[in-house]
């Protein structure tokens, strides 16, 4: 529990930076826009609220409910930072995004579901090898 504790604070510390302002730009500056990009690229903060709840609801055990609730707080946080902080740029739809989406979502999907059983000892899925 001591190690999970630890790797969250650390995960949630680095990627809760860009909600403290002048820290970002002290960083920008010492490593550079592309770099600090490099460095502290966020997951999709929508995407990473659907999946921490999801499987916040799905477990019951303490560890389970430490790492995903975190993930959840981390994800709401940072997700209202961005539209607080105006951080997004502006976009048309399209439905080629919309298929590189789908596309590329499945073939992430369907391997993760698949292997979920020796990844983390729960299988999600019937052909769950």
Known sequence: MEILSLGLLLFLGLHLIPVVPPLKVQ???AFGENRYKGLFALL???GLVIWSLVHL?????AKATLLFAAFLAYAVIDLFSVIQRKS????TPALKF???ACVSGLLLA???MTFHRQLMGVAVVPWGA
Do not use: W
């Open 27 to 29: 960083l920008v500056h």
């Open 44 to 46: 999709s903060a929508l």
């Open 57 to 61: 609801l799905a477990n019951g055990h």
């Open 88 to 91: 997004y740029k502006p976009f």
């Open 98 to 100: 919309d298929v590189i």
């Open 110 to 112: 369907v391997p993760a």
